[in-house]
């Protein structure tokens, strides 16, 4: 009996309803959440799924819920489409001011605003393309006009062709010296024209999710979400995040999607040919800490090695933050804890403070294309409430020389370290925790093994996961959900205010669970 079921999500619903997840939520502040028993008594619920990691300030935090009522109240113009949008500008100021601050970058970035995650990379990836589309078109102009150069050269008895030139991959069996410049130059017209053809390329790595659009859904891993669209979008290939450690990996997909345009030069009354390098990698994009993909934190060296390739073929790095940014991690950009800098950052989430929808994305100023407002926009975009509410959120975070970026890390110690208590004592469940800041995986054990069908189901179907966190739910009154594309962890992701309280609440279900997990008790996971 849920409207949400039968005119919302049919199937999402009914997997609610199986798990024990088929709830609503009517209020809701700080960590905590509320809803309604049978009885119709308010439960309160200990959240840590942090609407996916957008409320690093929790749920309706009174400093930003008195802004934006102060907005409302002063009927703020909201919708002043076609004017200066000086709230924009201010938010744009400040996401460049801190990005400054804690990369060291001399330039300013310029931003351009959307309501989504998956919007802002799709922003990024567009004008990334931008920068590449005109480089190529350069490129091909230059080479065109060089072509005509040895032809006049060749016809005015300047210059003769080399004879090398003939023997040029490319060229080979289209012209021989017979057919003379002009059958040269028609073979390696042939030879430019299939080259420029090329479909544009982007590099991401294995695990990574950058949203769901038609665009960004091929930069996403995940070959459930990705593959039924495949042939909608973007060329993309997935790099394993394991071995950016070893310089041969970047090597040789720069080597395997070379691609060369034949260039005509006149040296010494010769006209030879040389390649040049095609741009055909629009872009490398990286989530510093994978989030959906299971948590996951770069390294340094990873970093390093991913930055030195773009400098070395000429492409640019986006850095999605869209989860991993805006203090989650104990810093305004996770990629900063890394030493990484990008041409490109993606922002969402938490840069809404939990009331308002947006996106940044962020471009070095000395890469922007001034076009790309021009050609780039949506309605709701750069809206004045939206932007508002952002530029408070970044005031908060920004405040007292990064307060909440110390209490987060402090937090996430704290809470790593009951994590790992958990684990030296339940090592037959608990894998791993991993993260970084509050932005932390708990990585159970494949229970592919078990003797429990219920665990084996779960382990077999990837929904045991699921099933935990109806369990936590029931229970424990502890919200809690599996990463998007790894069952198996459970991701952890409470505000920088969670207290001690909660964090041995946690420690308490925890333990139970894993009690249930070890004796394979699992009775108590399917029967309320
Ligand atoms: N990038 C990353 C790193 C994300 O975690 C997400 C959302 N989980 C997105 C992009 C897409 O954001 P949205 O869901 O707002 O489109």
């Known amino acids: 009996m849920s409207q949400f079921t039968d005119y919302v999500q049919p199937r999402m619903g009914r997997v609610f309803t199986a798990l024990g997840l088929d709830v609503e939520y009517e209020r809701a502040e700080g960590n905590t959440m509320y809803h309604r028993d049978e009885r119709g008594e308010l439960v309160p619920v200990l959240d840590l799924m942090g609407g996916y990691g957008s409320l690093i300030l929790g749920h309706n935090h009174p400093e930003l819920v008195a802004h934006a009522k102060a907005l409302l109240d002063g009927n703020r113009a909201v919708h002043a489409q076609f004017s200066l949008r000086e709230e924009a500008g201010r938010l744009g100021a400040a996401l460049s001011d801190v990005v400054r601050r804690e990369t060291s970058a001399k330039e300013p970035y310029v931003a351009t605003f959307g309501n989504s995650g998956a919007e802002a990379v799709e922003a990024a990836v567009k004008h990334a393309e931008l920068v590449r589309v005109r480089r190529v078109t350069e490129l091909a102009d230059e080479v065109a006009a060089h072509a005509e150069e040895a032809r006049q050269a060749v016809r005015r008895g300047e210059a003769r062709i080399d004879a090398d030139a003939f023997q040029q991959p490319g060229v080979r069996g289209r012209a021989t010296p017979a057919d003379g410049i002009d059958g040269l130059l028609a073979a390696v017209g042939a030879h430019n024209t299939a080259a420029l053809a090329t479909r544009p390329l982007f590099l991401a790595l294995e695990r990574s999710f950058h949203g769901k659009l038609v665009g960004s859904v091929q930069l996403t891993y995940n070959a459930g979400f990705r593959a039924p669209f495949q042939n909608l979008g973007t060329r993309v290939r997935f790099v394993p995040m394991d071995e950016l450690g070893r310089p041969e990996t970047l090597e040789r997909i720069a080597e395997d999607e070379r691609v060369t345009l034949l260039d005509t030069e006149v040296v010494d009354d010769r006209v030879r040919l040389v390649e040049r390098d095609l741009p055909v990698v629009t872009a490398f994009l990286l ?30 790095l986006i850095i999605d933050e869209v989860q991993s940014g805006m203090g989650r991690c104990g810093a305004f950009l996770a990629s900063s804890l890394i030493g990484l800098r990008g041409d490109y950052y993606t922002l969402s989430k938490s840069l809404g403070g939990g009331l308002a929808k947006i996106s940044a994305m962020l471009v070095r100023k000395s890469l922007y294309q001034g076009e790309f407002d021009l050609i780039h926009s949506s309605t709701f975009a750069m809206d004045d409430f939206s932007s508002s509410v952002a530029r408070k959120v970044v005031e908060m975070l920004e405040a007292d020389d990064g307060r909440v970026y110390r209490q987060v890390t402090e937090r996430g110690e704290r809470l790593t370290r009951m994590l790992e208590d958990l684990r030296a004592q339940y090592p037959d469940v608990i894998e791993e925790v991993r993260g970084k800041g509050l932005f932390i995986g708990l990585q159970l054990r494949d229970q592919g093994e078990a003797r429990s069908m219920v665990l084996r189901g779960g382990a077999y179907t990837g929904a045991l996961g699921y099933l935990l966190s109806g369990y936590l739910l029931r229970e424990e009154r502890i919200r809690i959900a599996p990463t998007g594309s790894a069952g198996n962890v459970l991701r952890i992701q409470p505000s920088a205010y969670l207290t001690d309280e909660e964090i041995e609440r946690l420690r308490g279900a925890l333990e139970r669970l894993c009690r249930i997990l070890r004796y394979e008790d699992t009775l108590h996971l399917v029967h309320p």
């Open 287 to 316: 989530e510093p800490v994978q989030g959906e993909g299971g948590i996951h934190a770069l390294t340094t060296e990873q970093g390093r090695a991913v930055r030195l390739f773009c400098n070395r073929v000429g492409t640019a």
